[in-house]
Structure formats: C-alpha cells, structure tokens
C-alpha cells in the first residue's frame, strides 16, 4: 500500500501542468470521535497543509499531509485516562469548486502512526468560503486499519466528525 500511495505521489507530481493556478493552504479543525473508538477517546484535533494544482477553473488536484490527534477519555475513564492516538496523514487531495463560494473534495491517503496500528485514510468534507482566503469545512475523517497483511475482525477504524477553518496562503 505504501508503494502505491508514493506511486501515485510521482506519476502525480510528473503529469500535472504547474499553469500558475496553485494554491497553499493550511487548516485547523476539531470534532467529537464517533464509532467503536469513543471507548477510548471523545475529541479529535487536525491539522493539514494541502498543495493543490489547477486541473481546469474549478477542478484542484494535489498533495496533503498533517496530523491527527484521538484526545481524551472517552467513556473509559481511569487513573491515567486514555493515551492519545496520533496519526500522520499524507495523501492525495482533490477539489471541486461548483460555486464561487462552495467547495467539495476529498483526501485519500495513508495514516502513519507512532505505534504500528497505520491505515488507510480518507476525509470527504465539504467547505464554504467565507473570505478570498478563508473558508470554513466541515469533514469527516476516518482511518481504517489493521495490524497484520489483510483485513480482519482486528482492524480498528478511527472515525471524528470535525469543523473547522481553512486559510489559503
């Protein structure tokens, strides 16, 4: 998998046309962890940069990588609490600009973790853009994983719903 995610880094970086219609932007957001991981954790933090290309006037291509934060003691609450889970996501990003004001899109990526539970990463979100420079998303953010070669009742999945604010530099 982490072949082909850097593959796809390449072949991206070797056929898209840098026209001058680049775009920087980074984003902060936080949410409340959904699904089986609300054990353990109640909160999520993000942070992301994203490298987007102009394909066309409103189709953007590109690169994100950040980090991910799993905070909190969820429902399982003890002496130490829940240790936080951290990932960092690096993958493919894609937008789509149907309006002057409203964006959809998606990452697609690997998560790399500080322990061994890595997975497959992807975050659909929907934004608005409030300014020329800032918009405000909303997104969901999941990573799927396991720890041995294929999927099995082991995989975990890492789930947040989260808001937040995207400034293009």
């Known amino acids: 998998m982490k072949k082909l995610v850097c593959l796809g880094f390449f072949f991206l970086l070797a056929t ?26 109640s909160i999520n933090f993000q942070a992301n940069a994203n490298y987007l290309w102009g394909i066309s006037q409103n189709i953007y291509l590109g690169l994100t990588m950040g980090g991910s934060i799993f905070w909190g003691e969820g429902k399982n609450p003890g002496w130490f609490g829940s240790i936080p889970a951290v990932y960092f996501p690096f993958g493919m990003a894609g937008r789509l600009n149907p309006t002057d004001f409203l964006k959809i899109g998606g990452d697609l990526g690997y998560a790399f973790s500080l322990d061994d539970t890595n997975g497959l990463y992807y975050r ?33 999945i890492v789930s947040a719903i989260t808001i937040g604010v995207n400034i293009s530099l």
């Open 16 to 41: 898209i046309n840098l026209n001058g219609q680049n775009r920087v932007s980074v984003e902060a957001n936080m949410g409340p962890v959904i699904g089986d991981e609300t054990k353990y954790h």
């Open 124 to 156: 659909p979100l929907i934004s608005y853009q409030a300014t020329p420079r800032l918009s405000l998303l909303l997104a969901y953010s999941n990573i799927v994983g396991d720890d041995g070669e294929t999927f099995t009742e082991e995989s975990f």
